[in-house]
């Protein structure tokens, strides 16, 4: 079974729509990471979770809204997206905040028209 | 200034032979650890290999080593007999013990040719 789960892997929106993004680990991790990845540039890390309290915010505009309900779940609540959200979003898990390896699950592709 | 550099944005290899893929980082933290990832076209992001600052020897994961050298802050992967299954892009990471935030490099496109 895949460590890293997320659903959907590929999602196209307008830009009133409003969706989600899940993902579940099943590595028994207390740390769980929303990262973005646009084309030609690094990772950008997004949210961070510990043991289900955000620890740290990026910066992120409010149209992306984290959740994360148990230490296994994770979603990303999008609304009102512009063209340039357009990315792979890339979920990952860790035993402990910075000091685990991240495993990252497949990520959803994303396109915002 | 870059904390992660990774010179090759793109590299041909011949099918059986082994490929180094460059990577340089910069930190004035005396305890951090360095991290090899390899995203295929399907997006996953898979952990293949890591090296902690104190760590006494290169780091081994069957095929893939670490060349660590740290008074030139370098983390080389090697990849020995590449398949052609290794055609991926390959990001070199670092999270310094200051910062739990990975930093990650460009990345560098590997293509396994027949």
């Known amino acids: 079974e895949t460590g890293v789960t997320q659903t959907p892997r590929h999602l196209v929106m307008g830009m009133t729509n409003k969706k989600s993004l899940k993902c579940e680990q099943h590595?028994?991790?207390?740390?769980m990471y929303w990262y973005k990845q646009s084309a030609k540039k690094p990772l950008e890390l997004m949210f961070v979770?510990?043991?289900?309290?955000?620890?740290e915010n990026n910066s992120v505009p409010s149209r992306f809204s984290p959740e994360c309900p148990n230490s296994s779940h994770l979603f990303l609540h999008l609304h009102t997206l512009q063209p340039e959200d357009s990315a792979l979003y890339l979920c990952?898990?860790?035993?402990?905040?910075?000091?685990?390896?991240?495993?990252f699950g497949p990520g959803t592709r994303l396109l915002v028209l | 200034a870059q904390k992660i550099t990774q010179t090759q944005p793109g590299m041909f290899v011949q099918e059986k032979e082994a490929v180094t893929l460059d990577c340089t980082y910069d930190?004035?933290?005396?305890?951090?650890?360095l991290f090899w990832y390899k995203q295929p076209s399907s997006g996953e992001m898979i952990f293949l290999i890591y090296?902690?600052?104190?760590d006494q020897q290169n780091a081994t994961e069957g095929r893939y080593s670490l060349n660590f050298q740290k008074a030139r802050k370098s983390a080389n992967l090697v990849i020995s007999a590449s398949q052609l299954g290794d055609s991926a892009m390959y990001f070199c990471?670092?999270?310094?013990?200051?910062?739990?935030?990975?930093?990650w490099g460009a990345g560098t496109k590997l293509i396994i040719k027949p």
């Open positions: 990952a898990s860790s035993h402990l905040t910075g000091e685990e390896t991240q495993y």
């Open positions: 590595l028994g991790h207390n740390a």
């Open positions: 979770y510990s043991l289900e309290e955000r620890v």
């Open positions: 930190t004035s933290d005396p305890s951090y650890g």
């Open positions: 090296q902690g600052s104190y």
């Open positions: 990471a670092m999270r310094e013990d200051s910062n739990y935030q990975l930093i």
